[in-house]
């Protein structure tokens, strides 16, 4: 029994070292060998490896905005000048011209408050000054002639400028009393009425000048310098159906900060009446040729770095970085101003797995006409 077990283990042994002598022969290169070296033959990325996996991405064709398109935005259409007419003292309202919806001139006398006590305030004013001219003319006779002293003049000519003095305060006392138009316009509802009594600030009517019309609304950063005082705007009441050609009054000198938009005053002639101040007016504002294009770029395609933004773009089956000039911006799109040529495509989307040359693939493509920035 013992030597059929030692046949049996001896018949093994051969069979393993026949299929080793095998293996050996069949020219598979042995572990750090030429052929498994880093580049060499069949290596990695070498002459007959694989290729580099090729990325997945979403790709966005930059083109840029059209020059000489149509800016449109919302206003409200105010009066050129509007006030509130109050009472500027206290006292009964004895006289009362104004009436409701009435159009009125400048300087137009509106309002009379009781102004019997000032009057009376006025006539004692009026006689002490007389008399303080008399008597600086005395004075100035005899210090002419040695008969009064240098004193006595300035003395006289004192009591005379205090006297004068009264006279003009009592006056601007009296000329509170009156409420007058300060420009021509036409009145809103008068709210009071004769015999009333009036205390300091009282409202009495409003004054609006409504021939002419004045619109504010907000140009983006990319336009900002393509309008100036004196250019033509489009106004147009879509409600109404009613258009006017306004023309821009002032600009902001400053942008905000918050919306990157700059305040444009406009306005408009409403010498017919046609428009109604209060109403929602839609402003269009025609851009010159030549205006500074910009590219709308998808939000989401934006990195930063310490050079500031940057964008992937594809070129030739790989990705390469461009760092950009950027705009104004809204949640979904931002203007590219420099570092983008029209035409680029833009990748955005796998930005987290790219890197300088990566290799890409471009799997689809946007359009810009979603991403205009307005």
Known sequence: MHLKYMKKFYALLLTALFFAACSGESGTPAKGGPAAGKGGPGGKGGPGGKPAREIAVEGYIAEAHEAGKTFSAMATLEPLNSVQLTAATSGRLTNLYAKDGASVQKGTLLAKIDDSELRAQLKQAESNQQLAQQKFDRTKTLHEKDGATQADMEAAEASLKSAEASVELIKAQIAKTEVRAPFAGKLGFVNVSVGAWLTTGTSIASLSEVKKLKAKFALPQRYASTLKVGDAVDVKDEERNVAKSGKVKALETALSESSRTRQVLVEVDNSNGELLAGSY?????????????????????????????????????????????????????????????????????????????????????????DYEVE
Request: glycine residues 12%.
């Open 281 to 369: 007016a839609k402003v269009n504002v025609t851009m010159q040729a030549g205006a500074a294009k910009s590219i709308p770029v998808p939000a989401e395609a934006f990195t930063l770095d310490k050079d500031g933004a940057y964008v992937f773009v594809a070129t030739g089956g790989k990705a390469k970085i461009k760092h950009v000039e950027t705009g104004l911006r809204t949640p979904i799109a931002v203007d590219v101003t420099g570092g983008l040529d029209e035409g680029d495509t833009v990748i955005t989307s796998g930005l987290i797995s790219l890197r300088e040359g990566a290799a890409v693939r471009i799997r689809e493509i946007r359009h810009n006409t």
